[in-house]
């Protein structure tokens, strides 16, 4: 570990500098980690056909769930450019994969990418992310507004993230903004219909649930979460335009999201998600090793996937500049009752 005076600590293009030698990637472990995990969804996936007593079957179908989660930060990574990058084989499987997964390749790319430069800025918080709202424009908003806004951040939205954030949000939405553009949003809708199909001639509705159905739903909501969280927890700190810095919303606004080895893998290490914005050309496997090596990433702000902590970041509706927090319904009223 890197040992660095307190009174010397890095930010800004310094610590940038520092982290840049995590950037390199091992070309080799990116196609294991890429080519391995893809073995075993396929194998997950023919399991829940031919698995045995239907419960073992279901079992194997919430892993596939959970082993499209780990592809789906891979996908992300290459989209990134931080891995597999100039490989035209790699393109093309990570092409199909984002199809697969309904984040097609021209949606998912440019509206994360206007995600992580303008994280956490209120007036363009709602493209790539969730929408936040701070306490007085809420307030003065009407019904139909808050109605609207509620809805998207609400757990029902998260937990159904399969239709809500992605067939709605990610294809069928920018299908119709730019036809043109997202044509491969289309694809993604068609090419589910069709495998939904193909499983109910092959094996009736329970093959469409447990190979189709249930691993998309499980993936949806949990990576509708992660995002959700990753940037909504209780020491989150958003920013308007005055003083708002790329570093600076990379570790105020981003958690480190603890979690055991088992659910780490499963995540692709996307929980060291303060380090993943200050510089996402590091490979997911790169980036434990970057926070053991600089002090500056070791004491970032921290969310779990305990009930409690989920709940917590779930009650969080709208941002309070003059607390600097974000606060839940009850305290907006309260709040604004002491105010008026």
Partial sequence: MVVQDEDSARTGAALLAALRQFTREKRGKSWWYFLSTAVMLAMALVATVFGGPLPLRVGFSILSGFLIVRLFVIYHDHQHRALLDGSKPAYGMMFAFGVYSLAPMSIWRSSHNHH????????????????????????????????????????????????????????????IRNPKRHWDALLAL????????????????????????????????????????QHNFPDVHHHQDDGWTYEGAALESSSYMRMNPVMAWFTGNIGYH?????????????LPEAMRSIQELQEPKTTSLSPLEIARCLRLKVWDPEAGRMIGLKQVWSRTQSHS
């Fill in 190 to 229: 068609v090419v589910h219909a069709g495998l939904g199909t193909a499983y109910y001639f092959l094996g009736g509705w329970e093959m469409v649930l447990l190979t189709l159905v249930i691993p998309q739903f499980v993936a949806s909501a949990m990576g509708s979460y992660l995002f959700y969280a």
């Fill in 274 to 286: 303060h380090i993943h914005h200050l510089d996402p050309r590091v490979p997911f496997y790169r």
């Fill in 116 to 175: 992580h430069h303008h994280n956490c800025r209120l007036k363009s918080s709602h493209i790539g992310s969730f929408p936040i709202m701070t306490r007085e424009r809420y307030v003065q908003s009407t019904r139909w507004e808050r109605f609207q806004y509620l809805l998207v951040r609400h757990p029902l939205t998260i937990l159904f993230g399969y239709v809500s954030v992605f067939l709605l949000g990610m294809c069928l939405a920018p299908f």
